[in-house]
């Protein structure tokens, strides 16, 4: 059975850090490109309100950045541990969201999400 699991989120202050951890199961996620999206609380819960964050090559030659996020978001990849991560530095409130971990290949396969409030 595929899986995809988010872990990591939570109430952090701006301008602190955060790691999500994504763990995969039940496919080779060596083969896939993994992405982060995010979704604000509010919006529908459509694929259209969904913002890509962050893309990781299989491999992980290559990295793709949202504007909004380069160059304090970092993502990477552990096929061996079959997990992703993202890693969140300077947080801002805009960076309040649900976090989804996505694997895509042929196929596309997507996490439950993990909450991230950025609030004093």
């Known amino acids: 059975q595929v899986q995809l699991v988010e872990s990591g989120g939570g109430l952090v202050q701006p301008g602190k850090s955060l790691r999500l951890s994504c763990a995969a199961s039940g496919f080779n996620l060596g083969w896939f490109a993994m992405s982060w999206f995010r979704r604000v609380p509010g919006k529908e819960h459509t694929l259209v309100e969904r913002e890509l964050v962050a893309t990781i090559s299989p491999g992980g030659k290559f990295t793709h950045y949202a504007d909004s996020v380069k160059g304090r978001f970092t993502i990477s990849r552990d096929d061996s541990k079959s997990m992703v991560y993202l890693q969140m530095d300077s947080l801002n409130p805009d960076d309040t969201a649900v976090y989804y971990c996505?694997?895509?290949?042929?196929?596309?396969?997507w996490g439950q999400g993990t909450l991230v409030a950025v609030s004093s």
């Open positions: 996505q694997a895509s290949k042929t196929q596309t396969y």
